[in-house]
């Protein structure tokens, strides 16, 4: 089968945020301990981070890391987390029914990030907490000296202050599962009063309010509309979450997971530029998708939930999915949907980053390897720069259970002015059939492939585990031609490619 492609740089629809590609680091199973921290390991730097996660993290280019939670936030004691750590609390962390030891914390976690070169993005507990505790760590992180906090901070260690400029009201408070969980009137009102009283202490503050846990939650676009009709003069950002995963082996529908994340994201921009018309406001809130990825829900469910009353572990295996290929393709396929919006996402986290549904995984005392998913996040957040532009695109289609009817083939390009340099990444949701590609690169001028890379493998299940880490990965994609400004490349069955021309 054959798809067509044109691109021209003139068509921009927007310059794209490198907080596209942030990440997302939870005290959640071994994200955390014996993750990115574990002291006793041969890699581990005299602050006990492992050095080859370190370079994992680099390698797969993070922006940002948004934490401490997700869930894990609402019940969080920001305070439990600094000073000397013989002092430091055990608490129950009800979320995941763990113990939380609070041996990292704010002022352990900002100086990984400098060795991974990330932006912190930190949430505040709207849970269980409010305002002051907001105001609190507020002061702590960004209060350069003279005050409690700040003056705390430098004598824990850090002179300088950490400058944080995103900052989460929360987490998923549209979730009964949520400590705190409540009406989006109650949150709307929560969350007004804590951002204006944080925009009180530093007004260069750049803040998130929480939207929908999902496209399919049953408050779903009313919530977004009744936060932000509380919020809208105060926040910056509307969040939203979205997990995909294959449901009874439909592998057609779960290709296509894309098709829904693009739906989600005009949904809420639509909503959110509702709000805006109601009210007559000049200023425009953008999206912060800051969890996305694929995560089998069900798994963890079934096998890995921790209940009993006199069972609450110190760093468990949580959420440790084990990602195959056709895991890859989807998530290659998310971030062209995020690219594609990159006129109003901007700013996303792939949740999570080291073992917990994660691109990096760990072995207590053994290797860290790469994710079949690590691939296409590194190469895309390596070769994305500029701008995104708009694409026609003609592709077969076919019928989803879930999604309706589909294209095959997705694809979106980026360009870079400053370089000159053009990248295209595409993926084909075909179970069967490879795609003959043509790209109509001549309004590029006089362009070349430098590089092309495509991720597939005959077993669409193939993973990369400890005993096999290097099973799956890109390969050079040698199909390729230019001919009278036409790009021809094979795409095949269940890939993600990216191609770099010049
Ligand atoms: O990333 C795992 C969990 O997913 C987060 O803690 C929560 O915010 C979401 O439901």
């Known amino acids: 089968i054959s798809a067509h492609l044109t691109i021209d740089p ?48 680099k390698e797969l280019g993070v922006s940002t890391i948004r934490y401490p939670g997700g869930n894990f936030l609402s019940g969080y004691r920001w305070e439990d987390g600094v000073g000397p750590r013989e002092k430091r609390p055990r608490r129950l962390d009800l979320a995941w029914h763990s113990t939380e030891t609070n041996e990292i914390g704010l002022d352990e976690f900002a100086s990984w990030l400098e060795k991974v070169d990330s932006e912190l993005m930190y949430a505040v507990n709207l849970g269980t907490r409010g305002v002051q505790d907001a105001l609190d760590v507020l002061e702590y992180a960004n209060i350069r000296s003279g005050s409690t906090f700040s003056d705390q901070r430098i004598a824990n260690g850090a002179v300088e202050p950490y400058a944080i400029r995103m900052w989460c009201l929360g987490n998923e408070m549209d979730g009964p599962w949520q400590l705190g969980h409540g009406s989006p009137e109650e949150y709307g009102q929560l969350a007004v009063k804590t951002a204006r009283a944080m925009r009180q202490l530093d007004s260069t503050l750049e803040l998130v309010v929480c939207g929908s846990s999902n496209a399919q939650m049953p408050l ?42 693009d739906r989600f994201i005009d949904s809420v921009v639509a909503t959110a530029d509702h709000v805006k018309a109601v009210r007559g406001s000049k200023k425009t809130i953008n999206v912060s998708f800051d969890e996305w990825n694929v995560w089998y829900h069900s798994r963890y469910a079934e096998v890995d939930r921790i209940t009993g009353i006199d069972d609450w572990p110190v760093a468990p295996r949580l959420l ?133 890379r495509t991720l597939h493998d ?8 400890l005993d096999d880490p290097e099973r799956v990965g890109l390969a050079p994609n040698t199909s390729h031609s230019i001919e009278d400004g036409r790009l021809r490349i094979t795409l095949p069955p269940v890939s993600w490619t990216a191609v770099r021309l010049h």
């Open 10 to 57: 003139h068509f921009v629809v927007g310059p794209i945020n490198r907080r596209l590609f942030g990440s997302f680091v939870e005290h959640l199973g071994r994200c955390v301990y014996d993750g990115i921290y574990e002291p006793e390991h041969a890699e581990a730097d005299k602050e006990g981070f492992r050095r080859d996660v370190i370079a994992l993290v």
């Open 220 to 261: 779903f676009a009313n919530w977004e509309r009744v936060v932000l009709e509380a919020t809208y003069d105060e926040v910056d950002y509307i969040s939203c979450h979205a997990y995909y995963e294959p449901h009874d082996g439909d592998y057609a529908s779960f290709l296509a997971s894309a098709v829904n994340m």
């Open 320 to 452: 440790e999915d084990a990602y195959s290929v056709a895991d890859a393709v989807v998530v290659g396929s998310l971030l062209i949907s995020l690219l594609r919006h990159a006129d109003r996402v901007t700013s996303a986290s792939l949740a999570q980053l080291v073992n917990v549904i994660a691109p990096i995984m760990t072995e207590p005392g053994g290797p860290a390897w790469r994710q079949t998913t690590f691939f296409p996040f590194a190469l895309t957040s390596q070769l994305a720069r500029g701008v995104t532009l708009e694409l026609k695109l003609e592709s077969p289609t076919y019928d989803t259970v879930l999604h309706g009817e589909v294209s095959v083939v997705d694809a979106v390009a980026t360009h870079d002015a400053g370089t000159g340099d053009t990248a295209v990444f595409m993926v084909n949701r075909s179970l069967t059939e490879a795609v003959e590609l043509a790209v109509d690169v001549s309004n590029l001028g006089q362009v070349a492939v430098v590089d092309a």
């Open 458 to 465: 005959d077993d669409i299940h193939a993973k990369n585990t």
